[in-house]
């Protein structure tokens, strides 16, 4: 499993002190004036490489879809994962290269601002019809039917990249023609661009509620208040409020992972209860009255974790249904970051649905025609144990060692 890491050059809209961030970074510090701020932007980052062209030459930037996360595939015998790695031109040019290569990896880029010179091509393929093209090159190995499909995680972005034209294209980081000759489709006037409008936006890192510092690590998705006990998500206008809850458990050796439990509409397969649970999951239980009015709930992991993990870490407390009332303070003892966003986790539900349900056979093929709508949420600390680099949670059967977890922090 190769995973690509972006770098980021930086400076630091407070003082101007240069960083270097990673793709997976949210929260930024700057080493020099200390101010906190949150990483943000209404749709997806965009980045620029930068260009090592001899002066005068102008500058064509060619937008590429970049897109990283696991594709779960239902199909007869179960689920198939893989893990997605890849770049894709957004424009349908054969006059430029298919994908970045490996350009994005050896140099670190920037964030595009309007201030960036050069002509910036509209992308013509949306992130959707990239999308598609991906599953369909992943899914080509695949045995058929398959019964449903998502991306997980999936770190999406737009990676510009610098060339100019002459009487071929040339590749403005390597300077080299990237073509034969230039094609019709390259002369200027026919690619349709201009400056860019977007810029990364930072959020201060300050509670909404009371002003204080909020408390994340770097590639946070929650931040949290210590001083009035609340948790903040970054959304399209600003923080908005999170509610959370936590399974307090005594002792030294305990790490809070957070999770995600999901309230949600789910029509096409009747699941809106833990009795209606026990039949989907065909589970060894006698079904309980009072367990028709006991609420089905999804949970769902909100941490970066191997593909595999994830299914059997949402597959377990999905089927466990802790009913505890939690208590909505931060638990004293080590927290986990939020490092899967709550729109991730509502994406993977259907897989989620997929991995308990019983018996496949004749389930699989209605999965087209169950539909999962998200209607609420609350974040729920879960304590696992730490011996070594080794984290169990006995309850929900689950076990996990701190190296892979480490590992997928940067998936
Ligand atoms: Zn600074
Ligand atoms: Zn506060």
């Not at 690509?4 to 970074?25: F, K, M, N, V, W």
């Not at 991730?344 to 709508?373: C, G, M, T, W």
Request: charged content about 20%; aromatic content about 12%; hydrophobic content about 40%.
């Amino acid at each position: 499993m190769k995973s690509s890491r972006l770098l980021i050059e930086h400076q630091c809209p407070q003082c101007g002190a240069p960083a270097t961030l990673e793709e997976t970074d949210h929260l930024f510090v700057c080493g020099f004036c200390k101010v906190k701020s949150f990483l943000q932007s209404r749709d997806f980052f965009r980045y620029v490489l930068p260009h090592k062209a001899p002066k005068g030459k102008s500058l064509v930037y060619l937008p590429y879809w970049r897109f990283k996360g696991c594709l779960f595939s239902c199909v007869s015998g179960g689920i198939r994962q893989k893990i997605v790695d890849v770049s894709h031109q957004g424009i349908g040019s054969r006059s430029f290269p298919v994908s970045l290569g490996l350009r994005s990896q050896t140099l670190k880029l920037r964030f595009v601002s309007p201030e960036t010179e050069g002509h910036f091509l509209n992308p013509s393929l949306s992130y959707s019809e990239v999308l598609d093209l991906v599953e369909r090159r992943f899914s080509a190995s695949l045995p058929k039917p398959v019964f449903a499909q998502t991306f997980v995680g999936e770190t999406l972005s737009q990676i510009y990249a610098p060339f100019y034209i002459e009487d071929k294209v040339y590749d403005a980081v390597l300077n080299r023609p990237v073509s034969s000759a230039a094609g019709e489709d390259v002369q200027h006037d026919h690619l349709p661009g201009g400056r860019p409008e977007w810029r990364i936006q930072f959020l201060p890192a300050l509670c909404p509620h009371c002003g204080w510092d909020l408390d994340g690590q770097r590639d946070s998705l929650a931040l949290n208040c210590k001083n009035c006990n609340s948790l903040w998500m970054a959304g399209k206008k600003g923080f908005t409020k999170v509610r959370f809850g936590a399974m307090q458990e005594d002792g030294t050796e305990v790490m809070y992972l957070p999770f995600y439990r999901i309230k949600a509409a789910v029509t096409g397969i009747g699941l809106d209860s833990y009795a209606d649970l026990i039949q989907v999951a065909n589970l060894p239980k006698v079904v309980q009255e009072e367990w028709k009015n006991r609420d089905f709930r999804f949970w769902s992991p909100a941490f970066k974790v191997r593909p595999l993990d994830l299914l059997r870490f949402a597959r377990n407390l999905t089927l466990a249904q802790p009913e505890n009332d939690f208590a909505p303070a931060f638990p004293e003892g080590e927290i986990y970051p939020v490092t899967l966003s709550i729109q991730e986790a509502v994406e993977s539900l259907k897989i989620n649905l997929a991995s308990f349900v019983k018996p496949q056979r004749i389930l699989f093929p209605k999965l087209q025609d169950i539909h999962i709508k998200a209607r609420s949420f609350v974040l729920i600390y879960v304590p696992f144990h730490r011996r070594g680099n080794e984290l169990s949670q006995p309850a929900f059967r689950l076990r996990l060692n701190k190296n892979l977890l480490n590992y997928a922090r940067h998936l």
